[in-house]
């Protein structure tokens, strides 16, 4: 069997379309009485030109022409990344794919010069919220209280930026992005607290 490769690839390329309805169907599964979060609504909130280059990018881990692992990251503010759309096959799971795929996003997030990572997960995912903490994310949320009262838990880690400033690459493609995101934000903002805020 062919071993396992990564590549770079787009939100809406024929190879991602797969995990995309997979992270559907599954969060579907997960959620099934959450009237207040609409899986296909929230997923299809977010277009491709985020986690495209300038300030994003898509990463997807192959294997024998599936994919088996994937997820992105876009641009959040001039210091932050947030991860999103993580997804390992529940074939391939438990054998350190997504390890590897957070591993190698936090190495594209540090080269675009962002200092801090942003990441959600859901109150019925706790293999997702114990990896975090073992790769040493920071929780943003009341870890005594019941994750099902709080719905998204998120969590933020502090990265050293492989360059000095965000990287920009075709200026007016990053503005645009970052326009899309305002508009996103206005809609749903995001929790009052980060990590600057919290006691460390």
Known sequence: MSSPTLIHARLDAPETTPMIEALISEYSRRYPDDSAFNVAEE??????????????????????GETIA?????????????????????DHRR?????????????EIGARGYRRIYLTTGARQPEAQQMYRHL??????DETADPESL????FEKEITPGREGLLIGDPELAEQQKRTLEELLAV???PEIRLKDLDR
């Not at 719905?151 to 998120?154: C, K, R, S, V």
């Open 43 to 64: 997923m299809a909130l977010y277009p491709p030109l985020l986690f495209t280059p300038p300030h994003g990018d898509f990463l997807l881990i192959r294997q024998a």
């Open 70 to 90: 994937g997820g992105g990251f876009m641009y959040l503010d001039e210091e932050t990344a947030e991860i999103k759309r993580m997804w390992t096959s529940p």
């Open 188 to 190: 749903h903002p995001l």
């Open 95 to 107: 054998q350190g794919l997504a390890r590897t795929l957070v591993s190698a996003l936090e190495a």
């Open 151 to 154: 719905g998204i838990l998120a």
């Open 136 to 141: 040493g994310y920071t929780p943003l949320f």
